[in-house]
């Protein structure tokens, strides 16, 4: 996962990017960069760590203009290294522009071996830079039903042609002189938002909490397979690709992911995670005394969870703000860390108390035992461990950091395995039907479960 922003129209440019990515700093922590044009130049300003580590107030006044992207990374295909850090940046014959990717395509080892054969140089490892390439490199014309805008018309089609040759996700802000343009690919995999400010400013964004930061209206989603151009001449769409009739939206983005207070696939996500607990517990009645979230993550769908069953809410497990998400930490012995330091129990609440504790989802099984050991310390009468979600058993190529099936715990152990593993009275899934049930509850449909099922969209 990773998130990212874009403005146009905007003289405090860095700056409302800087506020838009701090609110997607949920989407990725390793590193943040912000690409700003004047109307001539693009600057860039790139760094380890969170957003406001990386950028200063010197920094963001110095990067001067009234256009910007923006992004903050959480590493899958190329791993976590400092040339990845985005925006890219490339110019070639066309001119400059930099470019900032949500997402992973699933074809670019291939794609890279060839341009590599051809003699391109790449200077990372992400499978953005396969973009930066394929642009630079296209010569096809443009489809002949697609008629382009007179600025469109020496850079559109590189891009068109891009577009033909990847496979998988991505959600792309792609910044030039004079233009912002935003892509999402044809099954529409990774969420991306339009929206418009009171002074006339447009935004681009991975969720609509980075709009509301900067105090933008949102107008709609960018669709699956479209191109979306911003300029002084306006914003125009073209649809330069066949794409399914049903498209794939990650539903781990409901899950997981997503803030809740965002608005992602045209849907709240807070009551998608309500109704996941709600669906949740018609599935599967606990005889117990109160219902315990995993915070933050599993608060919403223990809500779902405590109202459908009647069993009250307790915060028996207080979480440590200032530390950050244990799933996306890139090396394992850091998530350990972070489940120590990032939740301690309620004794009073615990105490002699039989439990439903309620998370998202059980990926690697880690975090689960260590929050089960500490509520049995903490005196624990029983604990009935219930995840939002079913057993993810497959990795995601889509942009999710779970590339092998050995570091699935579902994916090499049953069902009581696992149970036993985390040393809970019982385990029990969201069922697959009831995921989609509840995800489908406010006219969504068309899902990427591939996760759950295996059942990959593209490969």
């Known amino acids: 996962m990773c998130g990212v922003f874009g403005v146009f129209n905007n003289t405090s440019a860095s700056h409302m990017t800087f506020l838009g990515l701090h609110a997607l700093q949920h989407r ?57 850090i985005q925006p890219l940046f490339a110019h070639f014959y066309g001119g400059s522009f930099a470019i900032a990717h949500n997402g992973n395509l699933t074809n670019a080892t291939e794609i890279r071996e060839q341009l590599e054969k051809e003699g391109a140089i790449f200077r990372s ?17 443009p489809p002949s039903h697609i008629m382009l805008h007179k600025n469109d018309r020496d ?62 209206e949102y107008l709609r989603d960018i669709k699956p397979g479209e191109v979306l151009v911003i300029d002084d001449a306006g914003l125009r769409s073209y649809f330069p690709l066949s794409y399914p009739e049903e498209p794939k939206k990650c539903i781990f983005e409901f899950v997981y992911f997503a803030r809740p207070d965002s608005l992602i696939f045209q849907d709240w996500v807070y009551e998608i995670r309500k109704e996941m607990g709600r669906t949740l517990a018609r599935e599967y009645k606990v005889d117990a005394d109160c219902v315990v979230p995993v915070l933050d993550s599993g608060l919403l769908a223990a809500k779902g969870y405590s109202e459908e069953s009647g069993i009250p809410l307790e915060i028996g497990l207080i979480r440590n703000h200032y530390v950050g998400r244990s799933f996306i930490q890139p090396k394992q012995e850091i998530r350990d860390l972070s489940v120590r330091l990032k939740l301690n129990p309620v004794r009073q609440v615990v105490e002699g108390k039989r439990i439903v504790v309620i998370d998202d989802s059980l990926v690697r099984g880690t975090t689960s035992k260590k929050i089960v050991n500490m509520l049995r310390k903490a005196g624990a009468k029983e604990i009935h461990f219930l995840l939002s979600s079913p057993p993810v058993i497959s990795p995601c190529y889509y942009g999710i950091d779970t590339p092998t099936k050995e570091e699935l715990i579902a994916a090499n152990k049953t069902i009581e395995e696992i149970r036993e593993y985390i040393g809970a009275d019982s385990l029990y899934y969201l069922s697959l039907e009831g995921m989609i049930e509840a995800a489908n509850k406010h006219r969504q449909k068309g899902f990427c479960t591939a996760c759950f099922t295996g059942d990959y969209p593209v490969l």
Not at 156 to 184: C, H, N, T
Not at 197 to 214: H, K, Q, Y
Request: some cysteine; hydrophobic content about 40%.
């Open 125 to 141: 490892t992400a499978d953005t830079e396969v973009f930066i390439h394929l642009i630079a490199k296209e010569k096809e014309p």
């Open 28 to 84: 990725g922590q390793e590193s943040a960069g912000i690409a700003v044009s004047d109307g001539y130049d693009i600057n860039l300003k790139l760094g380890e760590g969170l957003v406001t580590k990386v950028f200063k107030e010197k920094d963001l006044n110095e990067l001067k203009g009234d256009i910007a992207i923006g992004h903050v990374r959480y590493s899958t295909a190329g791993g976590s290294d400092p040339k990845n």
């Open 155 to 216: 850079f559109l089609p590189l891009i068109f042609g891009a577009m033909k040759k990847v496979r998988g996700a991505y959600s792309l802000v792609i910044l030039r002189e004079k233009q912002l343009i935003a892509i999402r690919d044809p099954f529409g995999f990774r969420p991306l938002v339009l929206g418009k400010n009171r002074s006339g400013s447009f935004f681009i964004a991975s969720e609509t909490c980075a709009l509301d930061i900067v105090d933008a």
